[in-house]
């Protein structure tokens, strides 16, 4: 079979290409899979002479490179580069603001969130889970543990409320009867940050499936169930790498002052 003797000769190509610890197989039932990690750039001309030997096959090359903040693809068809594009990287969401993910043993998205502060005691930002996501607003009295904590359900408007102390007292959930409008601004604002982080993060069960195929077929490897939301299994690997196979899953790049935070988005909008 093509795709068989492809699998051999990709291995033998890299084999000369890469160190063995830079190559990470992931192959499906109908695609095969590589992640690597190399230095000086993927080696295109191996993909372009393999896509000659097996013309009935189509290779697609995805690429990030993150130093220089872009990333890119490159479709190679009987040797011939038939699609090439890239673009940039925005890299936000992913490194600037703090970004916390939770995923539990199972592969289920327990809370996935970045928050930016805006105040001295005002933090806003974005929040999935595996079944629905928010804009999030916390606010935060030092002096008495006072939270107020905002979520959106679906329009430009904070439409549910958490208030109390944290930690110690219970803190109360109420839907707003009068949902307070989000400025346009301050909308178009938050939704980009969303946005920014769900690419670098997050994959949806409802996009085309063309473009998460290679996804659910990696969750199905890992022995995964892929929900309505769910991380992306380039960031899944490592996170499955530093916790041990089987194990629930945790990244987080809020500092010891600010780790409350994502104790409290789990505390109420993420177990509501």
């Not at 005691?121 to 008495?144: F, I, Q, S």
């Not at 944290?166 to 301050?186: H, K, Q, T």
């Amino acid at each position: 079979e093509a795709r068989q003797a492809c699998e051999a000769h990709m291995r033998r190509a890299l084999a000369g290409q890469l160190r063995r610890n830079d190559v990470t197989e992931h192959h499906g039932k109908d695609a095969l899979c590589y992640d690597l990690k190399v230095e000086g750039g993927i080696p295109f001309p191996v993909f372009a002479q393999i896509s000659h030997e097996f013309p009935g096959l189509t290779f697609v090359v995805d690429w990030v490179n993150v130093a220089a903040g872009e990333r890119g693809q490159a479709t190679f068809v009987s040797g011939r580069l038939e699609a090439q594009s890239s673009e940039r990287v925005g890299t936000a969401a992913g490194s600037g603001h703090p970004v916390y993910v939770s995923v539990a043993a199972d592969g289920k998205l327990l809370l996935a969130m970045t928050l930016e502060q805006v105040a001295g005691n005002e933090w806003r930002g974005y929040g999935v889970t595996a079944t629905r996501d928010a804009l999030l607003r916390v606010r935060r009295d030092p002096e008495t543990n006072a939270i107020e904590l905002h979520a959106t359900e679906g329009a430009p408007e904070w439409a549910v409320a958490w208030t109390g102390r944290f930690p110690g007292r219970r803190v109360s959930r109420e839907r707003l009867r009068n949902p307070i409008a989000i400025e346009d601004r301050l909308f178009e604002e938050l939704d980009r940050l969303a946005r920014d982080f769900a690419e670098a993060w997050i994959w949806f069960g409802n996009a085309p499936e063309q473009d998460i195929a290679i996804e659910r077929e990696r969750y199905s490897r890992y022995g995964y169930k892929s929900a309505d939301a769910n991380v992306r299994t380039n960031r899944l690997h490592a996170m499955r790498t530093k916790a041990g196979e089987g194990r629930a899953m945790e990244h987080s790049t809020f500092t010891a002052a600010d780790s409350w935070l994502k104790d409290v988005v789990l505390a109420t909008w993420a177990r509501d």
